[in-house]
C-alpha cells in the first residue's frame, strides 16, 4: 500500500512535468523557439490559477482555463517583441522574463503573498475522497487525462499542414518565406500555445501541492524541463513524456539517496550534485543518440514542397 501510495505521487508529478515538456518540444522540437524562460510561465499558470480558486471561489477547472488564458496572453505579449529576435537573443529575453516573474511573484505580497506564497489552494474531490490514497490516484486520473488531452492535441496539430509549415520553417526560413509562409506568425502561435501547457501545468502542481511560493519557480525548474526534452529528444511528443518520467526518476532517486548519504551541513552541496549528475546524463545521451532516446530521426523541410497550403 505504501509503494502503491508512494508510486501514484511521483507518477503526479512525473505527468506534470510531461505537460510542461510537451510545451517545450512545440517550441524547440517543432519551431525551433529557444525559449529559457520556462518557470516563468509556469509561474503564471500556478498563481493566476491558485488566485482564481482561493480569491475568487472559481472552480478549480475553471482555474486551469484561467491558468492557460494567463500564460498565453503573458507569452503573446512577450512573443511580439521577443521574436523579433534572434536564437541567443530569444534566450536572454526569456530567461530575463522568467526572473522579472519570480521577483514579482517574490515583493507583490498583496497579490501573491510574498515568500510566504499562496496556501490552502483548493485540490479538487478532496472534501470527498479526504487526504490519502484515494486521492493521489483520482489526482493521477485527472493528470493523466490533462497529459493525455495534450498529446491528443499536438499530435493532431503537427501532424496538420500547420505542423508541417512550421517544421518547415524550422529547417529553412527563408525556404519557407519563398513559397509565402509568414515565419514569425507561425512561429507567435507555437510561442503562445506552448507556454499555454506550461501554464497548465503550474495550475496542476498548484492544486496537487495546495501551497506556492516562488521558490518554486527559480530557473532550475527550466534546468528540469531542458533536461526532460534533450535527454528524451525534441520533435516527438513520445520522446517529451518518456524524458520527463526518466529525468523525473534520476531526480527523485538521486536526491534521496543524497539526502541519506550526505550529513545536514552538506545538504545544499548535494541538491547541486543533482544538477551535474542530470548534467552527465545529458552529456552521455547526446554522445550515444544526438537526438535524444526518442527523438526526430530526420528532418522534413520537404513536407512543404509536398504539402504546401
Not at 119 to 132: D, T, Y
Amino acid at each position: 500500500m505504501e509503494l502503491l501510495a508512494y508510486g501514484s505521487f511521483f507518477l503526479c508529478f512525473a505527468a506534470i512535468f510531461g505537460v510542461m515538456t510537451l510545451g517545450l518540444n512545440l517550441q524547440w522540437g517543432f519551431a525551433g523557439l529557444f525559449n529559457v524562460g520556462v518557470a516563468g510561465f509556469v509561474a503564471i499558470g500556478a498563481y493566476a490559477s491558485a488566485l482564481l480558486t482561493t480569491a475568487l471561489g472559481w472552480p478549480v477547472a475553471l482555474g486551469w482555463l484561467g491558468a492557460m488564458v494567463a500564460a498565453g496572453l503573458a507569452a503573446f505579449i512577450v512573443g511580439l517583441a521577443a521574436l523579433r529576435l534572434r536564437e541567443d537573443y530569444l534566450a536572454i529575453t526569456t530567461f530575463g522574463i522568467a526572473v522579472v516573474i519570480q521577483l514579482v511573484a517574490l515583493n507583490a505580497q498583496v497579490l501573491t503573498g510574498g515568500p510566504f506564497g499562496i496556501q490552502s489552494i483548493p485540490k479538487p474531490l478532496f472534501a470527498l475522497l479526504g487526504a490519502g490514497l484515494a486521492w493521489n490516484l483520482a489526482y493521477l486520473a485527472l493528470v493523466l487525462g490533462a497529459l493525455g488531452l495534450a498529446w491528443w492535441g499536438l499530435e493532431r496539430l503537427v501532424a496538420s499542414p500547420w505542423g508541417r509549415v512550421l517544421r518547415a520553417i524550422r529547417e529553412d526560413e527563408a525556404a519557407a518565406a519563398s513559397l509565402g509562409k509568414h515565419a514569425r506568425r507561425y512561429r507567435l502561435q507555437a510561442f503562445v500555445m506552448g507556454c499555454m501547457l506550461m501554464g497548465l501545468g503550474g495550475a496542476l502542481y498548484a492544486h496537487f501541492v495546495g501551497y506556492i511560493a516562488p521558490e518554486d519557480f527559480l530557473p532550475v525548474l527550466t534546468f528540469q524541463i531542458w533536461a526532460m526534452l534533450i535527454v528524451g529528444g525534441s520533435g516527438r511528443n513520445l520522446g517529451a513524456v518518456a524524458g520527463a518520467l526518466l529525468v523525473w526518476g534520476i531526480w527523485t532517486i538521486s536526491g534521496g539517496l543524497l539526502r541519506d548519504l550526505l550529513p545536514q551541513a552538506e545538504q545544499a552541496r548535494g541538491a547541486a550534485l543533482q544538477v551535474v549528475l542530470i548534467g552527465v546524463l545529458i552529456a552521455a545521451i547526446l554522445v550515444a543518440r544526438p537526438r535524444g532516446l526518442f527523438g526526430e530521426r530526420a528532418t522534413i523541410s520537404r513536407h512543404l514542397e509536398q504539402d504546401p497550403r
